[in-house]
């Protein structure tokens, strides 16, 4: 990579950009050309993120493949982008699910120019988010990549069905609830009332840094009084928990998730979301030690609450969707819970519960997807014996549920198992039994759902269905390959990842 | 070459000399297509803005009532710029081209000529002066269609407000000059130290009188009723500059020459603010007509520059200068755009937008753009004018404040994606593109451009903002 | 007299236009309340002239003087055009525009 | 040398293998038979490596890092060889050798693709339990453990649109998994005290008594959940029963002679633990006891003959767990490997009938001795060895077992277990009787299976004679005291007889007996399976899924409701706002004048 003297974080970046302009200005009423430009430009970024993902060099660790801009020296904004162990995989699963995300969406025909140019622009913003190491540059990405949402789903989402009921019924009336309208507005509102948070804490930290510099690298030198730590963590947590669907902030996310197109859902649900948790750990974590100490009760306790009460709300759900929107939230319960523990083995699990419930759940929404264009229905209660007339999409979506229940052999377990000696070896040992019945809440469920779905006597009107077909393949495949490979050699992740943890622990406990 | 105290008003010599050409070509003018007058007088306030490049820093006029400073050079350039889209938009077009043209160019240059003095007005009297040249035109252009009810109806209670505000304003001068002992702003700068109660009253009132020009709560009633029933490019005008100015002035007034006493207004402009901001974004909620809906924005927005103003330090005024130029970019640029529907779709309700994306997919993204500008999202100018000014805010250690305009933001944010979805996500209600004429066309372009630029790459205006506030303190 | 007596009448004439703008149901009578406001000011302004013994003031006066004319003159210009449009200057039912 | 490692590899490959050329190469699944011979080769081959292992008795560890970790790994994964594992290879390794060969023929009629699926699901299986018998760590185990958990999970929803079937694979899933996460549990508690997964190093620091842990019988006891689940112990027993909804064959591998007794497997394994926490040895061998005379129980009032085997099943895992928890885990182990000798055998034999028959109510059978013979013959051994009958492998066993627990001091469970080796003998007769011998009800067309079904049942009868006889040349006796040997062939005697009285001769009625008095009770009751199964479908729909119901009303209408109000209340709150706009020139004025006045009183409040 550095031999070629390619930026090539920029490259991994902008390319989804670059594609998504061409798309616009190029490819008008060419559909083909559209998915085309897509697949490549996604491509590249795969491509190259396996790349860095191979030349990352392990015994060097800490920030590599640099790059650096002045912005607005005055304010000490700068372009400045690095990776490290844990932005690293994250990358790769970014550029995983939406390579695979571009495919699941192939058959999108309305408006697909478009579509496909603001998926491709909101890709480039989760991108800047892994890479930037300038907090300032972290929010304007950031905040790229929620705005394409609304129109995404408010043009190509689907409405469900809310009946307004309880006390606050009229609010229901008020609102509209139910509509994708509603569902793209309360998402992107809600995830902008976090950043507002984040703004906030940025700027704290650029203050009493003092250094007058947005980079992370100069924060991360600087020294931060214990109250200011404490608040502004704080300021951090809501704001990125928002994203990462803490509780009781997540109600965007069913409602969202559902309402989204398939490949809307696979990004937000499977890497949006690790977005939040991400900051949480890197910024918030890395650059506030003592305030993370100091309030990591508080982030596991939420995060226990997530695990179980997702899991449960998951099983009460009839629309098919809404059950892997709340499974969504409460394995990001289990994603902070790992990070609350504050040891080697739980950080690692948190990371590698990013990248194994985003490459999840990301294959959930697009077999979610499948079913749905096919059967035109997310009603369970309707569903049945699937698994004769589309085996592939039962497979794959066995193996997602496998993992999800964190069964052995998939990301899934080492992620749970990860999770689990660190909360044990935690200040808090009673955090296990939460996430561990949350796992068995989570069988519960998941099992309910395909038996209910694949199994039994298929129900007369949907004889005529049929199996995932062409590019559509592609994405399953890779997605369950993925899945599965690091499950079995999970070292391939946790190498690096564990470079970047260990010396971002020794920063909050002490080595 | 000009002697020094007349070097020093070169720009507003050569306006009145524009102003004299349009009088007495407009003399000569006859029958309904005054086309041609329009397009003088827009040529010469082009040469005023050229002319405008090159000037430089001069020494004080007389008695230093008149300073040509760094300040005052900034402001007039985004005066006659957004002058000149202003124009660009109205050319071609009634009441701006119509029968009347001479006298609508006439008002409207005047009023840029009092802007242009207040700019530079360092002395109690020239600011008051100024601030009424400034002022008194606009009662007018706002009632210009004067067989239109709800227009003249708008002047009226433009102008009560106004009068009103500017007696409060003017009552307030006196009891400052009474306390300073002189009209000079320098003088008042060094009374203020010894915190007289009696400046006090008087700054107070005079803020009044300010507040009602830059239309901040409870001051900005006036704004929704004349923006609604005005004609669109004026009104696109009316909503930027005459608020530039009025910022202008807020710093001459408030900040020059004060250093660390500056402080003392950082509570009275963080309540104005936040008052401004809540109650300009919740207004705007409702509201169904666009022009009057991006007139609540408006005010919100002159909230969020009052954010920067609660700073009370250069950063803030610098990055207060920055929002005003993003601020007139986008904010003129959304006026333009209801403009170009209206004249096709004979309406200027939001539901007029409908399905906007799917006719003129080109006039909708600029449309897209600019809100989203005005909602401050990343790659459009907005996004650094309203993170600038938190910053600022921020460095003066009023996290609360940000806190509360970036929530605010949301709600905001609410309504600026209504009118997204109308274009984005409805359908349209009858087919066939949008007509533009090519003015218009052009003025759009240079907005949307002007938003792209300052939002991919604003160092250079961030510079020059940071170097002429500087001075002030 | 003392400077106080000037700034309480002028602060009293101030208060009554202020009254007058807000009670007067007749546009004209409006414009008299402000008239009443802008002279206030004048007071005002001789007043610290005259005890500071200093010309600004004075000439501030002219100044504001002149300007409450041309404001005079631009308002009962558009109350004309008002009761020329819409047959009345009753402020009250000047309210199609509102919300 | 290098073969002590590649062997156990490669018999762990083979299988693996094969599951992976049928699971991607999708052609070759749809093949069907073709499916087959290739799992069945895998597997041949796998059991040639395994019985040569065996025979060599190698003794191996072998470890890799599995989880990195900042000092060394925090997870190993390897190869642990030594006897206990050979054995269970070998044992392993033949019983699905020959249940491959026998379901080429049980499951003929199948559709090819379902066929290509069923031997996927085998090879996978083999590969899983295979590499759980080599684990040289409690992980590996677990992980193994939750797979073979899979297998037995996908095999018995094998026809998966039967709901029947759907309905018991699921159940069968998560009463195992509940006794897993006991399991898991344990061992990441064990993990957080000693740093390790593995065998060697944990029986190490036993050894060295340098596990002085508190909490270590509770870490013993969430461990030994697992195997409660696995196993079928009680209270968990109820899944074993519904799994007999998968193919027979399966039944008889899965569900006999491998899986169910990983839990046994597991609990010899971690002996030397075992051993330092006896409170949890004896509550292992009371259950273990109680277990197997409860199932016993209910094995004398089930029809079905695939769930009197079943509760056998459970029941003689009892047994083992028994003796295990006696401490005489090699008993146990004994008679792990015997029982799956001939439960196989006795599974196969059933499957054979009602391949034949076409139902599984045993009293639908009848005069099937004279149809089929050979398979008769075959299932009466069988038979005998489970009642417990020399010289058959079975005897020596069951006899090895009691006298373990007699010499453990465990009176009550050396009585229950007594109690359950009459029944055993009593119930399985039943089965012999009605089904085999007395009239002949409408089985009249009932044949002999095909040879590749007898096959495999002869060389398990085959098997199961010539063990026992070996032993018996062996002198299987030195077990406990002499009395014991006696004992038990007369309650297995008395049982024949008794079921002889009954279901033969006619001399006793069954339901007069059940009608009476003590027996009638306990009959309802098992009859009722002591209502454990709707004990758990109580708590999962009155608990769980009630539970899930509030949960997520409140997240949608409370948690939710309140996000919604603040939006409502913010869209309300600009329309008020917006009627300040009131319209009147005025109020325009007025709003000015309440701006000065409000500057000034802010003033006033805040500026210095």
Same mark, same amino acid.
């Given at each position: 990579?550095?031999?070629?003297?390619?930026?090539?974080?920029?490259?991994?970046?902008?390319?989804?950009?670059?594609?998504?302009?061409?798309?616009? $200005?190029?490819?008008?009423?060419?559909?083909?050309?559209?998915?085309?430009?897509?697949?490549?430009?996604?491509?590249?970024?795969?491509?190259?993120?396996?790349?860095?993902?191979?030349?990352?060099?392990?015994?060097?660790?800490? $920030?590599?493949?640099?790059?650096?801009?002045?912005?607005?020296?005055?304010?000490?904004?700068?372009?400045?982008?690095?990776?490290?162990?844990?932005?690293?995989?994250?990358?790769?699963?970014?550029?995983?699910?939406?390579?695979?995300?571009?495919?699941?969406?192939?058959?999108?025909?309305?408006?697909?120019?478009?579509?496909?140019?603001?998926?491709?622009?909101?890709?480039?913003?989760?991108?800047?988010?892994?890479?930037?190491?300038?907090?300032?540059?972290?929010?304007?990405?950031?905040?790229?990549?929620?705005?394409?949402?609304?129109?995404?789903?408010?043009?190509?989402?689907?409405?469900?069905?809310?009946?307004?009921?309880?006390?606050?019924?009229?609010?229901?009336?008020?609102?509209?609830?139910?509509?994708?309208?509603?569902?793209?507005?309360?998402?992107?509102?809600?995830?902008?009332?976090?950043?507002? $948070?984040?703004?906030?804490?940025?700027?704290?930290?650029?203050?009493?840094?003092?250094?007058?510099?947005?980079?992370?690298?100069?924060?991360?030198?600087?020294?931060?009084?214990?109250?200011?730590?404490?608040?502004?963590?704080?300021?951090?947590?809501?704001?990125?928990?928002?994203?990462?669907?803490?509780?009781?902030?997540?109600?965007?996310?069913?409602?969202?998730?559902?309402?989204?197109?398939?490949?809307?859902?696979?990004?937000?649900?499977?890497?949006?979301?690790?977005?939040?948790?991400?900051?949480?750990?890197?910024?918030?974590?890395?650059?506030?030690?003592?305030?993370?100490?100091?309030?990591?009760?508080?982030?596991?306790?939420?995060?226990?609450?997530?695990?179980?009460?997702?899991?449960?709300?998951?099983?009460?759900?009839?629309?098919?969707?809404?059950?892997?929107?709340?499974?969504?939230?409460?394995?990001?319960?289990?994603?902070?819970?790992?990070?609350?523990?504050?040891?080697?083995?739980?950080?690692?699990?948190?990371?590698?519960?990013?990248?194994?419930?985003?490459?999840?759940?990301?294959?959930?929404?697009?077999?979610?997807?499948?079913?749905?264009?096919?059967?035109?229905?997310?009603?369970?209660?309707?569903?049945?014996?699937?698994?004769?007339?589309?085996?592939?999409?039962?497979?794959?979506?066995?193996?997602?549920?496998?993992?999800?229940?964190?069964?052995?052999?998939?990301?899934?377990?080492?992620?749970?198992?990860?999770?689990?000696?660190?909360?044990?070896?935690?200040?808090?040992?009673?955090?296990?039994?939460?996430?561990?019945?949350?796992?068995?809440?989570?069988?519960?469920?998941?099992?309910?759902?395909?038996?209910?779905?694949?199994?039994?006597?298929?129900?007369?009107?949907?004889?005529?269905?049929?199996?995932?077909?062409?590019?559509?393949?592609?994405?399953?495949?890779?997605?369950?390959?993925?899945?599965?490979?690091?499950?079995?050699?999970?070292?391939?992740?946790?190498?690096?990842?564990?470079?970047?943890?260990?010396?971002?622990?020794?920063?909050?406990?002490?080595? | 070459?000009?002697?020094?105290?007349?070097?020093?008003?070169?720009?507003?010599?050569?306006?009145?000399?524009?102003?004299? *050409?349009?009088?007495?070509?407009?003399?000569?003018?006859?029958?309904?297509?005054?086309?041609?007058?329009?397009?003088?007088?827009?040529?010469?306030?082009?040469?005023?803005?050229?002319?405008?490049?090159?000037?430089?820093?001069?020494?004080?006029?007389?008695?230093?009532?008149?300073?040509?400073?760094?300040?005052?050079?900034?402001?007039?350039?985004?005066?006659?710029?957004?002058?000149?889209?202003?124009?660009?938009?109205?050319?071609?077009?009634?009441?701006?081209?119509?029968?009347?043209?001479?006298?609508?160019?006439?008002?409207?240059?005047?009023?840029?000529?009092?802007?242009?003095? *207040?700019?530079?007005?360092?002395?109690?009297?020239?600011?008051?002066?100024?601030?009424?040249?400034?002022?008194?035109?606009?009662?007018?252009?706002?009632?210009?269609?004067?067989?239109?009810?709800?227009?003249?109806?708008?002047?009226?209670?433009?102008?009560?407000?106004?009068?009103?505000?500017?007696?409060? *304003?003017?009552?307030?001068?006196?009891?400052?000059?009474?306390?300073?002992?002189?009209?000079?702003?320098?003088?008042?700068?060094?009374?203020?130290?010894?915190?007289?109660?009696?400046?006090?009253?008087?700054?107070?009132?005079?803020?009044?009188?300010?507040?009602?020009?830059?239309?901040?709560?409870?001051?900005?009633?006036?704004?929704?009723?004349?923006?609604?029933?005005?004609?669109?490019?004026?009104?696109?005008?009316?909503?930027?500059?005459?608020?530039?100015?009025?910022?202008?002035?807020?710093?001459?007034?408030?900040?020059?020459?004060?250093?660390?006493?500056?402080?003392?207004?950082?509570?009275?402009?963080?309540?104005?603010?936040?008052?401004?901001?809540?109650?300009?974004?919740?207004?705007?909620?409702?509201?169904?007509?666009?022009?009057?809906?991006?007139?609540?924005?408006?005010?919100?927005?002159?909230?969020?520059?009052?954010?920067?103003?609660?700073?009370?330090?250069?950063?803030?005024?610098?990055?207060?200068?920055?929002? /005003?130029?993003?601020?007139?970019?986008?904010?003129?640029?959304?006026?333009?755009?209801?403009?170009?529907?209206?004249?096709?779709?004979?309406?200027?309700?939001?539901?007029?937008?409908?399905?906007?994306?799917?006719?003129?997919?080109?006039?909708?993204?600029?449309?897209?753009?600019?809100?989203?500008?005005?909602?401050?999202?990343?790659?459009?100018?907005?996004?650094?004018?309203?993170?600038?000014?938190?910053?600022?805010?921020?460095?003066?250690?009023?996290?609360?404040?940000?806190?509360?305009?970036?929530?605010?933001?949301?709600?905001?944010?609410?309504?600026?994606?209504?009118?997204?979805?109308?274009?984005?996500?409805?359908?349209?209600?009858?087919?066939?593109?949008?007509? /533009?004429?090519?003015?218009?066309?052009?003025?759009?372009?240079?907005?949307?451009?002007?938003?792209?630029?300052?939002?991919?790459?604003?160092?250079?205006?961030?510079?020059?903002?940071?170097?002429?506030?500087?001075?002030?303190? | 007299?003392?400077?106080?007596?000037?700034?309480?009448?002028?602060?009293?004439?101030?208060?009554?236009?202020?009254?007058?703008?807000?009670?007067?149901?007749?546009?004209?009578?409006?414009?008299?309340?402000?008239?009443?406001?802008?002279?206030?000011?004048?007071?005002?302004?001789?007043?610290?002239?005259?005890?500071?013994?200093?010309?600004?003031?004075?000439?501030?006066?002219?100044?504001?003087?002149?300007?409450?004319?041309?404001?005079?003159?631009?308002?009962?210009?558009?109350?004309?055009?008002?009761?020329?449009?819409?047959?009345?200057?009753?402020?009250?039912?000047?309210?199609?525009?509102?919300? | 040398?290098?073969?002590?490692?590649?062997?156990?590899?490669?018999?762990?490959?083979?299988?693996?293998?094969?599951?992976?050329?049928?699971?991607?190469?999708?052609?070759?699944?749809?093949?069907?038979?073709?499916?087959?011979?290739?799992?069945?080769?895998?597997?041949?081959?796998?059991?040639?490596?395994?019985?040569?292992?065996?025979?060599?008795?190698?003794?191996?560890?072998?470890?890799?890092?599995?989880?990195?970790?900042?000092?060394?790994?925090?997870?190993?994964?390897?190869?642990?060889?030594?006897?206990?594992?050979?054995?269970?290879?070998?044992?392993?390794?033949?019983?699905?050798?020959?249940?491959?060969?026998?379901?080429?023929?049980?499951?003929?009629?199948?559709?090819?693709?379902?066929?290509?699926?069923?031997?996927?699901?085998?090879?996978?299986?083999?590969?899983?339990?295979?590499?759980?018998?080599?684990?040289?760590?409690?992980?590996?185990?677990?992980?193994?453990?939750?797979?073979?958990?899979?297998?037995?999970?996908?095999?018995?929803?094998?026809?998966?649109?039967?709901?029947?079937?759907?309905?018991?694979?699921?159940?069968?899933?998560?009463?195992?998994?509940?006794?897993?996460?006991?399991?898991?549990?344990?061992?990441?508690?064990?993990?957080?005290?000693?740093?390790?997964?593995?065998?060697?190093?944990?029986?190490?620091?036993?050894?060295?008594?340098?596990?002085?842990?508190?909490?270590?019988?509770?870490?013993?006891?969430?461990?030994?959940?697992?195997?409660?689940?696995?196993?079928?112990?009680?209270?968990?027993?109820?899944?074993?029963?519904?799994?007999?909804?998968?193919?027979?064959?399966?039944?008889?591998?899965?569900?006999?002679?491998?899986?169910?007794?990983?839990?046994?497997?597991?609990?010899?394994?971690?002996?030397?633990?075992?051993?330092?926490?006896?409170?949890?040895?004896?509550?292992?061998?009371?259950?273990?006891?109680?277990?197997?005379?409860?199932?016993?129980?209910?094995?004398?009032?089930?029809?079905?003959?695939?769930?009197?085997?079943?509760?056998?099943?459970?029941?003689?895992?009892?047994?083992?767990?028994?003796?295990?928890?006696?401490?005489?885990?090699?008993?146990?182990?004994?008679?792990?490997?015997?029982?799956?000798?001939?439960?196989?055998?006795?599974?196969?034999?059933?499957?054979?009938?009602?391949?034949?028959?076409?139902?599984?109510?045993?009293?639908?059978?009848?005069?099937?001795?004279?149809?089929?013979?050979?398979?008769?013959?075959?299932?009466?051994?069988?038979?005998?060895?489970?009642?417990?009958?020399?010289?058959?492998?079975?005897?020596?066993?069951?006899?090895?077992?009691?006298?373990?627990?007699?010499?453990?001091?465990?009176?009550?469970?050396?009585?229950?277990?007594?109690?359950?080796?009459?029944?055993?003998?009593?119930?399985?007769?039943?089965?012999?009787?009605?089904?085999?011998?007395?009239?002949?009800?409408?089985?009249?067309?009932?044949?002999?299976?095909?040879?590749?079904?007898?096959?495999?049942?002869?060389?398990?009868?085959?098997?199961?004679?010539?063990?026992?006889?070996?032993?018996?040349?062996?002198?299987?006796?030195?077990?406990?005291?002499?009395?014991?040997?006696?004992?038990?062939?007369?309650?297995?005697?008395?049982?024949?007889?008794?079921?002889?009285?009954?279901?033969?001769?006619?001399?006793?009625?069954?339901?007069?007996?059940?009608?009476?008095?003590?027996?009638?009770?306990?009959?309802?009751?098992?009859?009722?399976?002591?209502?454990?199964?709707?004990?758990?479908?109580?708590?999962?729909?009155?608990?769980?899924?009630?539970?899930?119901?509030?949960?997520?009303?409140?997240?949608?209408?409370?948690?939710?409701?309140?996000?919604?109000?603040?939006?409502?209340?913010?869209?309300?709150?600009?329309?008020?706002?917006?009627?300040?706009?009131?319209?009147?020139?005025?109020?325009?004025?007025?709003?000015?004048?309440?701006?000065?006045?409000?500057?000034?009183?802010?003033?006033?409040?805040?500026?210095?």
């Amino acid at each position: 990579m550095d031999a070629l003297r390619l930026p090539v974080l920029s490259v991994i970046t902008w390319s989804p950009f670059v594609g998504a302009l061409l798309i616009m $200005f190029t490819a008008r009423h060419r559909p083909r050309a559209v998915r085309l430009i897509a697949a490549v430009t996604t491509g590249v970024s795969l491509l190259l993120s396996l790349g860095i993902y191979v030349a990352y060099d392990r015994e060097g660790a800490g $920030f590599q493949f640099y790059e650096k801009v002045a912005l607005v020296p005055p304010l000490g904004i700068s372009y400045e982008l690095g990776v490290d162990g844990i932005s690293l995989l994250l990358v790769l699963l970014t550029a995983i699910i939406i390579f695979a995300g571009v495919f699941a969406s192939w058959t999108v025909k309305v408006r697909s120019q478009e579509f496909y140019a603001l998926l491709l622009a909101l890709v480039t913003g989760v991108f800047g988010v892994f890479v930037s190491l300038d907090l300032f540059v972290l929010f304007l990405f950031y905040e790229l990549a929620v705005l394409p949402m609304y129109l995404l789903i408010g043009i190509w989402g689907s409405s469900g069905e809310i009946r307004p009921r309880g006390i606050f019924a009229w609010a229901y009336r008020e609102t509209g609830v139910g509509t994708k309208e509603y569902a793209a507005m309360k998402l992107t509102l809600y995830l902008l009332f976090g950043s507002a $948070f984040i703004l906030v804490g940025i700027f704290a930290l650029w203050v009493h840094a003092g250094a007058g510099s947005f980079s992370y690298l100069d924060m991360e030198t600087a020294v931060f009084a214990p109250g200011v730590q404490r608040w502004v963590f704080l300021a951090f947590y809501v704001g990125f928990g928002v994203l990462a669907g803490i509780w009781p902030l997540h109600t965007w996310s069913p409602d969202g998730h559902a309402s989204a197109p398939t490949a809307v859902s696979m990004l937000h649900a499977g890497v949006l979301m690790k977005l939040g948790a991400y900051g949480i750990v890197r910024v918030g974590m890395g650059l506030l030690p003592e305030g993370a100490a100091e309030l990591v009760w508080l982030v596991g306790t939420i995060a226990c609450v997530n695990i179980v009460y997702g899991a449960l709300s998951a099983m009460a759900q009839t629309d098919l969707k809404y059950v892997i929107a709340y499974s969504s939230v409460s394995h990001m319960g289990l994603v902070l819970l790992a990070a609350a523990t504050l040891t080697e083995a739980g950080l690692n699990g948190s990371v590698f519960q990013m990248f194994a419930h985003g490459i999840m759940t990301g294959l959930f929404f697009a077999l979610v997807g499948l079913v749905y264009e096919k059967a035109h229905s997310r009603e369970i209660g309707r569903m049945g014996g699937f698994g004769r007339v589309m085996p592939g999409v039962a497979t794959a979506f066995t193996v997602g549920g496998l993992s999800s229940l964190g069964l052995p052999a998939t990301s899934g377990f080492v992620a749970e198992l990860l999770t689990f000696m660190g909360a044990w070896r935690s200040e808090h040992r009673w955090w296990l039994f939460p996430a561990v019945v949350g796992t068995f809440l989570t069988a519960v469920y998941v099992l309910r759902v395909t038996k209910q779905i694949f199994w039994g006597p298929e129900s007369p009107h949907f004889r005529h269905l049929e199996d995932a077909r062409g590019p559509e393949w592609v994405a399953l495949v890779l997605l369950v390959f993925v899945l599965v490979l690091f499950g079995m050699a999970p070292g391939l992740a946790l190498g690096p990842v564990d470079t970047a943890t260990v010396p971002l622990l020794a920063r909050i406990v002490g080595p | 070459m000009l002697p020094a105290p007349l070097a020093a008003g070169v720009l507003e010599l050569a306006l009145g000399a524009v102003l004299l *050409l349009v009088f007495v070509l407009n003399l000569f003018a006859r029958g309904e297509d005054r086309r041609w007058l329009a397009g003088t007088a827009l040529g010469g306030v082009l040469v005023v803005g050229a002319l405008s490049l090159v000037v430089t820093p001069a020494p004080a006029g007389p008695g230093g009532m008149f300073v040509q400073d760094g300040l005052a050079i900034f402001a007039k350039r985004l005066f006659l710029g957004a002058t000149v889209i202003g124009l660009l938009a109205g050319l071609g077009a009634r009441p701006a081209s119509g029968r009347r043209a001479g006298e609508y160019h006439l008002l409207l240059l005047t009023s840029l000529l009092g802007m242009l003095v *207040l700019a530079s007005a360092r002395d109690l009297i020239l600011l008051f002066v100024a601030f009424e040249v400034m002022s008194i035109p606009l009662y007018v252009l706002a009632g210009f269609l004067k067989r239109d009810a709800t227009a003249v109806e708008a002047s009226l209670k433009f102008f009560l407000v106004g009068s009103v505000s500017s007696a409060v *304003l003017a009552y307030g001068l006196s009891f400052v000059y009474g306390a300073a002992r002189s009209t000079d702003l320098a003088k008042v700068a060094q009374a203020f130290s010894t915190a007289e109660p009696l400046l006090l009253l008087g700054l107070l009132a005079a803020l009044a009188g300010f507040a009602f020009k830059i239309a901040a709560f409870p001051f900005h009633m006036w704004v929704p009723d004349t923006y609604e029933a005005a004609s669109t490019p004026f009104v696109a005008w009316l909503s930027v500059t005459p608020k530039a100015a009025g910022f202008v002035v807020l710093f001459r007034v408030y900040f020059e020459g004060m250093g660390e006493r500056a402080d003392a207004w950082m509570p009275i402009a963080a309540g104005l603010a936040t008052v401004t901001i809540v109650a300009g974004n919740l207004m705007a909620l409702p509201q169904q007509n666009t022009k009057r809906l991006l007139a609540y924005s408006g005010v919100a927005h002159i909230g969020y520059m009052l954010v920067g103003f609660a700073a009370a330090s250069a950063a803030g005024t610098a990055m207060i200068l920055f929002y /005003l130029v993003a601020y007139v970019f986008s904010n003129m640029g959304a006026f333009l755009v209801v403009e170009a529907v209206a004249r096709a779709e004979g309406s200027e309700a939001t539901a007029a937008l409908r399905g906007l994306a799917q006719r003129s997919p080109l006039l909708a993204l600029a449309m897209l753009l600019f809100l989203l500008s005005l909602g401050g999202i990343p790659f459009v100018a907005g996004f650094w004018a309203k993170l600038y000014v938190f910053w600022a805010a921020a460095a003066a250690g009023l996290y609360w404040l940000v806190l509360v305009g970036a929530v605010l933001t949301v709600v905001a944010l609410f309504y600026y994606l209504l009118v997204a979805k109308r274009m984005y996500i409805e359908a349209p209600e009858r087919p066939g593109r949008i007509q /533009l004429s090519a003015p218009l066309a052009l003025a759009l372009v240079l907005c949307a451009l002007g938003v792209v630029a300052l939002g991919v790459y604003p160092k250079p205006v961030v510079m020059a903002a940071l170097r002429v506030a500087t001075p002030l303190f | 007299m003392s400077l106080g007596a000037y700034l309480t009448l002028a602060a009293l004439v101030f208060a009554i236009g202020l009254f007058g703008v807000l009670t007067r149901r007749n546009a004209v009578g409006i414009l008299l309340g402000i008239e009443l406001m802008l002279n206030a000011v004048n007071i005002n302004l001789v007043a610290f002239a005259r005890f500071h013994g200093d010309v600004a003031g004075l000439v501030f006066t002219l100044f504001t003087i002149a300007i409450t004319v041309a404001e005079v003159a631009v308002g009962l210009a558009i109350v004309i055009v008002i009761f020329r449009v819409r047959r009345t200057v009753d402020a009250d039912r000047l309210d199609l525009l509102r919300g | 040398m290098r073969l002590l490692v590649w062997l156990p590899l490669l018999v762990l490959a083979l299988p693996f293998t094969s599951f992976l050329l049928l699971a991607v190469v999708a052609p070759l699944r749809r093949a069907g038979r073709v499916a087959g011979a290739v799992g069945i080769a895998a597997i041949a081959a796998s059991l040639g490596g395994a019985l040569l292992i065996w025979n060599e008795g190698f003794r191996h560890t072998a470890t890799w890092a599995w989880l990195p970790g900042d000092g060394g790994p925090m997870a190993t994964v390897g190869l642990l060889v030594d006897p206990l594992a050979n054995a269970m290879l070998v044992l392993v390794t033949l019983v699905s050798f020959l249940v491959q060969v026998y379901s080429l023929a049980y499951l003929a009629d199948e559709p090819a693709p379902a066929l290509g699926r069923y031997y996927t699901y085998q090879s996978l299986f083999a590969f899983s339990m295979l590499g759980l018998v080599l684990s040289p760590g409690f992980l590996q185990m677990f992980v193994f453990w939750e797979l073979v958990g899979l297998c037995s999970y996908l095999l018995i929803g094998y026809w998966y649109q039967r709901p029947a079937a759907a309905r018991a694979a699921v159940k069968a899933f998560w009463i195992t998994k509940l006794g897993d996460l006991g399991f898991i549990i344990g061992i990441v508690m064990l993990w957080a005290a000693t740093g390790t997964f593995e065998f060697a190093t944990l029986f190490a620091k036993a050894q060295a008594h340098a596990l002085a842990i508190p909490a270590l019988g509770t870490i013993m006891f969430l461990i030994y959940l697992g195997a409660v689940g696995k196993s079928a112990q009680f209270p968990l027993h109820v899944w074993l029963p519904d799994a007999m909804e998968g193919p027979t064959p399966v039944s008889a591998l899965i569900h006999a002679a491998t899986m169910v007794t990983a839990g046994v497997y597991m609990v010899t394994r971690a002996q030397p633990l075992f051993a330092l926490v006896p409170d949890v040895l004896a509550l292992i061998g009371w259950v273990g006891a109680f277990t197997a005379l409860l199932a016993a129980t209910m094995a004398c009032v089930e029809n079905d003959i695939k769930r009197v085997l079943a509760y056998s099943t459970v029941s003689q895992l009892g047994y083992m767990m028994a003796a295990a928890g006696a401490g005489a885990a090699e008993a146990g182990f004994f008679h792990l490997l015997t029982h799956g000798l001939f439960k196989a055998l006795l599974f196969l034999g059933a499957g054979a009938v009602i391949h034949a028959v076409g139902s599984n109510d045993i009293f639908r059978m009848g005069g099937l001795f004279r149809a089929m013979p050979q398979t008769g013959l075959v299932f009466l051994v069988g038979t005998l060895a489970l009642a417990g009958v020399p010289p058959l492998a079975g005897f020596f066993s069951k006899e090895a077992v009691l006298g373990g627990v007699w010499a453990a001091h465990m009176t009550w469970p050396f009585v229950m277990l007594a109690l359950t080796a009459f029944l055993t003998a009593f119930y399985m007769f039943r089965v012999v009787f009605t089904a085999f011998f007395g009239p002949a009800t409408a089985a009249g067309h009932a044949h002999e299976p095909a040879w590749a079904m007898r096959g495999p049942l002869w060389l398990l009868a085959a098997l199961t004679v010539l063990l026992g006889l070996r032993l018996a040349a062996g002198g299987g006796e030195a077990h406990g005291p002499a009395w014991l040997a006696p004992l038990s062939v007369g309650l297995a005697l008395a049982g024949v007889a008794l079921a002889w009285a009954m279901y033969q001769r006619g001399a006793l009625d069954p339901r007069r007996v059940a009608a009476a008095f003590p027996l009638s009770v306990l009959d309802a009751l098992a009859r009722r399976r002591y209502g454990l199964d709707a004990l758990y479908d109580g708590l999962y729909r009155g608990f769980v899924l009630a539970l899930s119901r509030l949960v997520g009303w409140i997240d949608r209408y409370l948690v939710d409701g309140v996000l919604n109000v603040a939006s409502a209340w913010t869209l309300r709150g600009g329309d008020a706002l917006r009627r300040i706009q009131s319209g009147v020139p005025q109020d325009y004025v007025f709003g000015v004048a309440f701006g000065v006045l409000f500057l000034v009183v802010w003033a006033r409040l805040w500026m210095r």
